[in-house]
């Protein structure tokens, strides 16, 4: 090591051909270069979403009053929920299809609990860019499946909500749920 | 740079004098657009679109930043705080209408300043990182055109953020987090509300910084010309200022008399009915559309309804729509002919009426509803336009034979002036 009185001038080349203020120069630029990396961090994380957002709490839906081939829309953590009471023909239309054979396959019994295959209930958002499908709604056009449909870019879905025809690319999606009681489900 | 013969900065007055010592901020006008900026003296009306873009942004800078004086981002009164605007602010409902039209009218003067780039050549060397900058600008102004749009939390303005930032929903595996993200939820709420007034708010200044750089890019070679041809000599230019600064004045009077015509007699001819009514997350309206100067692109991410391999329709859709501004990146490298002025490129000439109209048709495809034919016409539309940059444009640029340029600039216009 130098001392005082052999000290290096800054600029001397040791023998490997580095010299100290390399050191010192990578050294202290690597330091910033971590600090303003984890500066950055939360100035990134401040976009998510914050905790009162994410607290929104599950919600619990009465399901008395709906009757067979009712559907409501009620609204779960800031978006659309639609709950729906399938008829038996409308079982029978969701149970005929090859599930294979779908965009997203997947069978009525999947996207319902078991023992409650007449309650399908999905979240009221297209899986293409967000929008609200209609079907749900006394009166909506139910699209060419009976389900529902998406009147921003012509998603057709089933009875099921299962994609059929159209832009989507998913069937619409199906919270986590549970049955409080007999009539009462909880979301969430 | 500029020209050695470009006049030379010489206050006269001594305060100015002594300015020009301690902060040279009148000389660096003066270069810039003042009478020390020689300019092709052969420019057309065509030209004026640069400084009308300026003008639009100032426009836009003025009426934005009285705007925020009344308005609150915040969901539960935001439409309320735009009413409040329109009924109760003194002269609010002209200040609203004014930044509302200026952005169509800010859109109008910059697409005519593009498709003039684009037939005469401006974007070929030595002009290249010009259009480049161009492009950045233009991008910028789609992020905060798209922004503000959002800010009057309207039917339209809800829809409108949440179909758009559901396009970064279609990226694989990280699209729904990075929309979760943009948005600050799970669907546009207060938090989307309050950043996008926050990024509208800024990136107007970020554009303006870039339009310095833009034009700085432009002094180093000199403004381009109907002819295409270099400037020879001291007789192919005029100075900035009396000569352009006329024009553009007269130009400007144009454009304000249009702008104006349609603020008064008009405001809302192009604005959608359904923004008048306040967002509801419950309920999405029958007909989705942009505004009008997104059209062409929204017919573009449309245009796809079917998978090609493992890649869904959405995220092609998504993957063309970028892909169609992207592009336009790569055209001073795409467009080999060394022949700048469409003028003198007969082939060149007719490809690029073909391509107006095919932005025609595909702007008028993205304002009409999702359904046949505008679907199978806005996919060979959007065929056309890729087409058009991708195998066209090179193609014409090698095969063609242009016409005979004039040697100079001058000659070119005592040419014509010689047959008048």
Same mark, same amino acid.
């Given at each position: 090591m130098?001392?005082? *009185?052999?000290?290096?001038?800054?600029?001397?080349?040791a023998?490997?051909?580095?010299?100290?203020?390399?050191?010192?120069?990578?050294? &202290?630029?690597?330091?910033?270069?971590?600090?303003? &990396?984890?500066?950055?961090?939360?100035?990134?994380?401040?976009?998510?979403?914050?905790?009162?957002?994410? &607290?929104?709490?599950?919600? *619990?839906?009465?399901?008395?009053?709906?009757?067979?081939?009712?559907a409501?829309?009620? %609204?779960?953590?800031?978006?659309?929920?639609?709950?729906?009471?399938?008829? &038996? @023909?409308? %079982?029978?239309?969701?149970?005929k299809?090859? @599930?294979?054979?779908?965009?997203?396959p997947?069978?009525?019994?999947?996207?319902?609990? @078991?023992?409650?295959?007449?309650?399908l %209930?999905?979240?009221?958002?297209?899986?293409?860019?967000?929008?609200?499908?209609?079907?749900a709604?006394?009166?909506?056009?139910k699209?060419?499946?009976?389900?529902?449909?998406?009147?921003?870019?012509?998603?057709?879905?089933?009875?099921? @909500?299962?994609?059929?025809?159209?832009?989507?690319?998913k069937?619409? *999606?199906?919270?986590?749920?549970?049955?409080?009681?007999?009539?009462?489900?909880?979301?969430? | 740079?500029?020209?050695?013969?470009?006049?030379?900065?010489?206050?006269?007055?001594?305060?100015?004098?002594?300015?020009?010592?301690?902060?040279?901020?009148?000389?660096?006008?003066?270069?810039?657009?003042?009478a020390?900026?020689?300019?092709p003296?052969?420019?057309?009306? !065509?030209?004026?679109?640069?400084? =009308?873009?300026?003008?639009?942004?100032?426009?836009?800078?003025?009426?934005g930043?009285?705007?925020?004086?009344?308005?609150? $981002?915040n969901?539960?009164?935001?439409?309320?705080?735009?009413?409040?605007?329109?009924?109760?602010?003194?002269?609010?409902?002209?200040?609203?209408?004014?930044?509302?039209?200026g952005?169509?009218? !800010?859109?109008?003067?910059?697409?005519?300043?593009?498709?003039?780039?684009?037939?005469?050549?401006?974007?070929?060397?030595?002009?290249?990182?010009v259009w480049?900058?161009?492009?950045?600008?233009?991008?910028?102004?789609?992020?905060?055109?798209?922004?503000?749009?959002?800010?009057?939390?309207?039917?339209?303005?809800?829809?409108?953020?949440?179909?758009?930032?559901?396009?970064?929903?279609?990226?694989?595996?990280?699209?729904?987090?990075?929309?979760?993200? =943009?948005?600050?939820?799970?669907?546009?709420d207060? +938090?989307?509300?309050?950043? !996008?007034?926050?990024?509208?708010?800024?990136?107007?200044?970020?554009?303006?910084?870039?339009?310095?750089?833009?034009?700085? $890019?432009?002094?180093?070679?000199?403004?381009?010309?109907?002819?295409?041809?270099?400037?020879?000599?001291?007789?192919?230019?005029?100075?900035?200022?009396?000569?352009?600064?006329?024009?553009?004045?007269?130009?400007?009077?144009v454009?304000?008399?249009?702008?104006?015509?349609?603020?008064?007699?008009?405001?809302?001819?192009?604005?959608?009915p359904?923004?008048?009514?306040?967002a509801?997350? =419950?309920?999405?309206?029958?007909?989705?559309?942009?505004?009008?100067?997104?059209?062409?692109?929204?017919?573009?991410?449309?245009?796809?309804?079917?998978d090609?391999?493992?890649?869904?329709?959405k995220?092609?859709?998504?993957?063309?729509?970028?892909?169609?501004i992207?592009?336009l990146?790569?055209?001073?490298w795409?467009?080999?002919?060394?022949?700048?002025?469409?003028?003198?490129?007969?082939?060149?000439?007719?490809?690029?009426?073909?391509?107006?109209?095919?932005?025609?048709?595909?702007?008028?495809?993205g304002?009409?509803?999702?359904?046949?034919?505008?679907?199978?016409?806005?996919q060979?539309? +959007?065929?056309?336009? !890729?087409a058009?940059?991708?195998?066209?444009?090179?193609?014409?640029?090698?095969?063609e034979?242009?016409?005979?340029?004039?040697?100079?600039?001058?000659?070119?216009?005592?040419?014509?002036?010689?047959?008048?």
């Amino acid at each position: 090591m130098a001392t005082l *009185e052999h000290s290096e001038t800054p600029g001397e080349v040791a023998g490997d051909g580095v010299r100290r203020r390399d050191f010192i120069n990578i050294a &202290a630029v690597s330091f910033a270069g971590v600090g303003a &990396a984890t500066v950055l961090l939360p100035l990134i994380n401040q976009m998510n979403p914050s905790a009162d957002v994410l &607290a929104l709490a599950s919600i *619990e839906v009465d399901l008395a009053a709906i009757k067979e081939g009712q559907a409501i829309k009620t %609204i779960f953590r800031k978006q659309p929920l639609f709950v729906r009471h399938l008829t &038996a @023909a409308e %079982i029978a239309a969701a149970d005929k299809v090859d @599930a294979a054979s779908l965009r997203d396959p997947q069978t009525l019994e999947q996207r319902t609990l @078991a023992g409650k295959k007449q309650w399908l %209930i999905t979240m009221g958002v297209c899986t293409h860019l967000g929008c609200v499908p209609l079907g749900a709604g006394e009166g909506e056009v139910k699209g060419e499946f009976g389900g529902y449909f998406c009147p921003c870019h012509g998603s057709h879905y089933d009875t099921a @909500a299962r994609i059929r025809k159209g832009p989507a690319p998913k069937n619409l *999606e199906v919270p986590v749920y549970k049955f409080a009681s007999d009539t009462v489900v909880q979301v969430g | 740079m500029s020209f050695p013969w470009a006049n030379h900065y010489a206050p006269k007055h001594p305060l100015m004098r002594w300015l020009d010592e301690k902060l040279p901020l009148p000389r660096l006008v003066y270069n810039a657009v003042g009478a020390g900026y020689p300019v092709p003296r052969n420019l057309n009306y !065509f030209w004026n679109f640069g400084v =009308l873009s300026g003008a639009a942004l100032g426009i836009q800078l003025i009426t934005g930043i009285i705007l925020a004086m009344h308005y609150a $981002a915040n969901g539960l009164v935001a439409f309320d705080s735009v009413e409040h605007i329109m009924r109760d602010v003194n002269s609010g409902w002209m200040l609203r209408y004014a930044h509302a039209n200026g952005a169509s009218f !800010f859109f109008i003067v910059v697409y005519l300043h593009i498709f003039r780039g684009l037939y005469y050549g401006s974007y070929k060397a030595p002009r290249e990182m010009v259009w480049l900058l161009g492009l950045v600008i233009f991008l910028l102004m789609m992020a905060t055109a798209f922004m503000g749009y959002v800010l009057p939390w309207g039917q339209m303005s809800f829809w409108g953020a949440k179909v758009i930032t559901g396009l970064f929903g279609a990226i694989p595996v990280v699209g729904g987090p990075i929309q979760t993200w =943009l948005l600050g939820g799970f669907a546009p709420d207060n +938090a989307a509300l309050n950043r !996008f007034f926050s990024l509208h708010y800024l990136l107007p200044f970020v554009i303006a910084a870039v339009i310095i750089l833009h034009i700085w $890019a432009l002094h180093i070679p000199g403004s381009n010309n109907p002819t295409g041809v270099d400037v020879k000599g001291p007789q192919d230019t005029v100075p900035f200022h009396p000569y352009y600064t006329a024009k553009d004045g007269f130009g400007l009077g144009v454009f304000l008399l249009l702008y104006c015509g349609m603020l008064f007699f008009a405001p809302n001819y192009m604005g959608h009915p359904d923004n008048y009514i306040a967002a509801n997350p =419950l309920s999405t309206p029958a007909h989705i559309v942009p505004e009008w100067y997104f059209w062409p692109f929204y017919a573009i991410l449309r245009a796809f309804t079917f998978d090609i391999w493992f890649i869904p329709a959405k995220l092609l859709g998504v993957i063309a729509m970028f892909a169609s501004i992207l592009l336009l990146f790569f055209l001073p490298w795409l467009d080999k002919s060394p022949v700048r002025s469409g003028n003198y490129r007969p082939a060149f000439k007719k490809f690029f009426v073909l391509l107006v109209i095919d932005v025609l048709i595909l702007g008028y495809c993205g304002g009409a509803p999702a359904e046949e034919p505008y679907v199978m016409i806005s996919q060979l539309a +959007a065929a056309y336009y !890729f087409a058009h940059f991708l195998i066209i444009l090179p193609i014409v640029s090698k095969l063609e034979k242009p016409l005979p340029l004039p040697n100079s600039i001058t000659e070119a216009v005592l040419a014509k002036s010689g047959q008048a």
